[in-house]
């Protein structure tokens, strides 16, 4: 029902986002995916492949994990 309350709903996604959007933005997406599980956990593409395993169980495609240390040797 955002759309009842436009502006409150506007304010709170935006209050909810921003320490994430703040953490992207100050430490690039590599480190602060390392840093925080929930910002890795919501990782949908990463070099070309579906990494999100529910999309590919719903459109039946191969998902792959992207490899934490990989991703921190690289940067």
Same mark, same amino acid.
């Given at each position: 029902?955002?759309?009842?309350?436009?502006?409150?709903?506007?304010?709170?996604?935006?209050?909810?986002?921003?320490?994430?959007?703040?953490?992207?933005?100050?430490?690039?997406?590599?480190?602060?995916?390392?840093?925080?599980?929930?910002?890795?956990?919501?990782?949908?593409?990463?070099?070309?492949?579906?990494?999100?395993?529910?999309?590919?169980?719903?459109?039946?495609?191969? #998902?792959?994990?992207?490899?934490?240390? #990989?991703?921190?040797?690289?940067?």
């Amino acid at each position: 029902m955002p759309g009842a309350v436009p502006r409150s709903s506007t304010l709170a996604l935006g209050n909810s986002t921003l320490p994430f959007i703040i953490s992207l933005a100050d430490k690039g997406w590599i480190k602060a995916c390392l840093d925080d599980p929930h910002l890795f956990n919501g990782l949908n593409v990463h070099d070309g492949k579906l990494t999100y395993a529910a999309v590919g169980e719903a459109l039946g495609l191969e #998902t792959v994990r992207p490899d934490l240390k #990989t991703l921190s040797n690289k940067h």
